[in-house]
Each structure stands twice: as C-alpha cells, then as structure tokens.
C-alpha cells in the first residue's frame, strides 16, 4: 500500500527485464517521468525499486548495514571468479579489512612506481602490435584498450612475475574467469554449463598460481619486493589473525577482475570520444608540450597533476559513460523513504543508478555534449551542483574500516559509488587512465573513419556500459 509505484508490464515474472536489460539508462529515464524519482520493476520475477537522483543515491549507497546488503546480490556472479572467503563470499565486516589490506597497494609511493611502469607497457603494446603498424591505419578499439588495460594493471598491481605470465597462460585463464561475469549467470551461476565449467577450472588454475608463488616467497624469506602480494601475505585481519594463502589469492583475482572491465571499458570511451573530437585530442598534445617541454620526457606521476585537460578527460568520459549503470542491494528491514510516504519491504532489491543524476540537465548543462572542459570552475557548462553543495575535498567523512571515504551524499556524481562499498581503485584508475591517454595521444592522431563528431552505442548486453562492437577508428602517427 505504501510502496512505490509498479512500472506497467504485460507479463508476471518477465515484468520489465527486457526494456529495462536492453537499455537501462533509458528505461530510468522514461519511467523517472511517469512515476517519479522512485519507482520498482519486475526484473526476472523480483520487486526491483529504483531510486535515482541525489536523494536516491543517498538512500541506497549509504543506507545502514542493518538495512541493505551487498554480498546477498553478488554473491552468485563474484564468488565462483573471485573464489572462496573474500569480497561478497564473508561477513562485511571482513570485506572492510580486506579494503584496508588491498588499498596499501594503492598509496602515493606506489602511483610514482606505477605511472613508469604504464608507460613503458603502453609504449611497448604499441611497438609490437601489428594493428598499428606503418604511418596509419584503421583498428578496432576495445580489444587494443582491453589488453592494455590487463597488461598495465597486472604488472603495476602484481609485479613482473604476475605480468609475464600473461603473455602465456594466464591471458586465456582470465578471459574464462571473465565469462562468469555475466547477467545470464544471475540465474544460471550453479549451472554445468560449458562457460561455467571453465570458469571454474580457470579459478582453481590461477588461485594455484598465486598460491605457489606465495609459498616461493615464503621459502626464499623473501623481503624485497613491497608490492600488493607482500602487503596481503603480511596482513593481518583483526586480533592478530594472519590471512591465509588462499585468501591472498583470491584477492588478487579479485583485485585486477574488480578494476578490468571498468577501466578498460572507460579507456575505450575515452579514445571513441577522442576520435570524435580530434580537436581536443590536439589539446592534449599541447598541454602535454606546454607543461613538461616540447621533447615530451618520460612520464612521471608528478607530471599528472600538471595535466588538468587529462584529468578532465577522464572525469567527463566517466559521467556520460559510467560502466556500472545499476548498483544493487538486497533489503533487510522496511525502510521509509525520508520525505514520502513510501516504505520498501524485505522482498525488494533496491537499485542505485548515479548515471541518471549525471546526465541530468538539473545538474549539468546540456548533459548530453561531451564536453571536458565543463569540470574547469568557470565554464558555462559547470556542473550546477558545485555552487550549493561541499565539493568532494570537504564533504562529509565516514570510516567504515578501509580509512576515511567521502559521504558523497547529495552528489549527482557519483561513477566511483558511494558509502562502505564505495571503490577503493578511483585513484589508481585514473592513474592508469590519465597515463594510457597521455601516452597514445604522443603517439597517435585520431578520427572517426568517416570523419564525422558521432560514437558509437552502448552494449548493454554485458554487465558493464561496454562500446558496441566493432568500434573502429582512424589513426596516424605523429610526426617527429
Ligand atoms: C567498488 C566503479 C576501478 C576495486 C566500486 C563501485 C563502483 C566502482 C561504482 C561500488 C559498487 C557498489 O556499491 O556495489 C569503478 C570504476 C572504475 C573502477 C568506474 C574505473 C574506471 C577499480 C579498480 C579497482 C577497483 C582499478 C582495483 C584496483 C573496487 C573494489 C570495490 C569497488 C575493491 C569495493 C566493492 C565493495 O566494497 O563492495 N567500483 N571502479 N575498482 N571497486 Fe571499483
């Protein structure tokens, strides 16, 4: 009686699952004008209430743990990828020193060590791909940026040892291990079916390869290299608990799975919006010149704050094209929505969609332009929030366990989430971003191949807000 209002739909259990599957973002939309900021669906035969818009937001990143629940949801898709005793598959509280224990990899002692090591593997993916050889050509993006999105995160993330390994085995055992992500395995997880057998088979391969380098280690006393393997070997959960081996290992999977597909699905944005907008390709390339000298030398990670146009870059990319478009949370208790009358009961999943509010023309003028230099403070097109809302630097903390995160309540930007499941990899991400495009942009001009301002759509069809396939572009090699 008090809940919200149901989404008109033919068919029992169905419900909405297909307009909503084929595009989310437009389903919130079309639906938000109907019915309001907050409304539920049938999605596969369960009560599904969307909230969008800051409050929305608000209410279901930060709701209370006694109230919503993340690993209930995920449970059936991490699991099985990620393995045993980590992430969704332990109480939260654990989940919360885990945080802790995977963000020492990600100080800024460590971004100096890693901004090198990108660039070099960029540099190098480039020298030996056969898609960018000669003085121009034309190449599918998404797989160029997927693997260069692997090959950076696993040797920043898992050193030189991890990293070689994918020019061999490990390549096709995370690519089975990936196709446990997906929707179809909501409902089809436990299931014998081929993918789901080689799933598992590539899990307890790759665990066993983490887990026998770990016990090298230990057999050599090894000290010497501080990178994320050491850090979690020598951590210990709380009351002195060391973590087992085989939870290592787990959260090392879980660690570079967590981080792949949203950075290389931004990656490929990134470099689709700059073939649309060669214009602002060039930008960088000046900025670049301007800030550390026209002989452009080895990129450091003090030079990353000298480069606002690729900061924005990214920023930009990531709110007309955040890749989680739904985030969701299993009910625990009848919660009321702070100023209506509704109150969601235990039998509804909420879900959170900050893409909404991110391409709000309340918030940001003409949403849909692409435009980088909106995040500059005296744009025109600045986003509205910044005049009566804290930014970011001075809104309200809260330590759930991992150190202190942003509330980020009331934001309309939100790509990262929000409250005690927010993302531990922002900054390494835009690290690994801002490097990757600094880098092909000294490289490469590019363009649309038929030289026009369009992008390609999005393919819903996965779990994240991936480029429609093939997504292809011009290049050509920068003189000099
Ligand atoms: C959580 C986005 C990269 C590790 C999240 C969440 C979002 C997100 C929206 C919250 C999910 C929820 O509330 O249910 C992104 C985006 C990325 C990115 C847009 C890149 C552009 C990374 C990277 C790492 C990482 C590189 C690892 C190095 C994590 C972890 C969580 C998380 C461990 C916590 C999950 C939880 O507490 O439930 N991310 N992420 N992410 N992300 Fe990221």
């Not at 990620?82 to 990600?106: H, R, T, W």
């Not at 971004?111 to 960018?132: G, H, M, W």
């Not at 309200?396 to 531990?424: M, Q, T, W």
């Not at 991936?466 to 050509?476: C, D, V």
């Amino acid at each position: 009686p008090n809940e919200p209002p149901l989404v008109f739909h033919w068919f029992p259990i169905i419900g909405s699952t297909i307009t909503y599957g084929m595009d989310p973002p437009r389903f919130f939309k079309e639906n938000r004008e109907k019915y309001g900021d907050c409304f539920t669906f049938i999605l596969l035969g369960k009560k599904t209430t969307v909230y969008v818009g800051p409050k929305g937001n608000d209410f279901i990143l930060n709701g209370k743990i006694r109230d919503v629940n993340a690993e209930e949801i995920y449970t059936v898709l991490t699991t099985p990828v990620f393995g045993k005793d980590v992430v969704y598959d332990c109480p939260n509280s654990k989940l919360m020193e885990q945080k802790k224990f995977m963000k020492i990899a990600l100080t800024t002692d460590a971004f100096r060590q890693y901004v090198p090591i990108i660039s070099d593997e960029v540099t190098n993916y480039l020298k030996r791909s056969a898609d960018f050889k000669g003085k121009s050509g034309i190449v599918d993006i998404p797989p160029k940026m997927a693997q260069i999105t692997i090959f950076t995160a696993s040797h920043a993330l898992q050193g030189k040892e991890i990293r070689d390994k994918f020019d061999e085995t490990l390549a096709d055992l995370y690519h089975d291990l990936d196709m446990g992500f997906s929707p179809i395995n909501f409902m089809l997880h436990w299931a014998p079916l081929p993918w789901n057998n080689r799933r598992d088979y590539a899990q307890r391969t790759v665990a066993k390869i983490y887990m026998d380098t770990i016990k090298e280690r230990r057999a050599r006393g090894e000290t010497g290299a501080q990178d994320i393997m050491w850090h979690l070997m020598n951590s210990t959960y709380k009351g002195d608990v060391p973590v087992p081996d085989h939870e290592v290992a787990h959260m090392m999977i879980a660690l570079l799975m967590a981080g792949q597909h949203s950075s290389s699905s931004t990656s490929s944005w990134i470099m689709l919006r700059l073939a649309s907008r060669p214009d602002i390709m060039e930008d960088l390339y000046n900025e670049q010149v301007k800030a550390l000298g026209a002989d452009l030398p080895p990129l450091t990670y003090e030079d990353l704050a000298k480069l606002p146009l690729h900061a924005a870059i990214v920023k930009e990319t990531l709110r007309l094209h955040a890749p989680i478009h739904s985030i969701m949370r299993a009910v625990k208790t009848p919660m009321p929505v702070p100023g209506t009358k509704y109150v969601i009961p235990t039998d509804h999943v909420l879900l959170a969609a900050p893409g909404v509010s991110a391409t709000d023309e309340c918030y940001f003028p003409q949403p849909e332009l692409w435009e980088p230099r909106r995040w500059e403070k005296d744009s025109p097109l600045a986003p509205t929030i910044i005049r009566n809302v804290p930014a970011e630097e001075d809104d309200e903390k809260i330590d759930y366990g991992y150190g202190l995160v942003s509330k980020g309540a009331n934001s309309p930007y939100l790509p990262f989430g929000a409250g005690r499941h927010r993302c531990i990899g922002e900054q390494f991400a835009n690290v690994q971003l801002q490097t990757i495009t600094a880098i092909i942009v000294r490289n490469f001009k590019f363009r649309n191949v038929d030289g026009s301002d369009k992008v390609i759509g999005t393919d819903y069809a996965s779990l994240f807000s991936r480029p429609l396939e093939p997504a292809k572009i011009y290049w050509e090699r920068r003189e000099g």
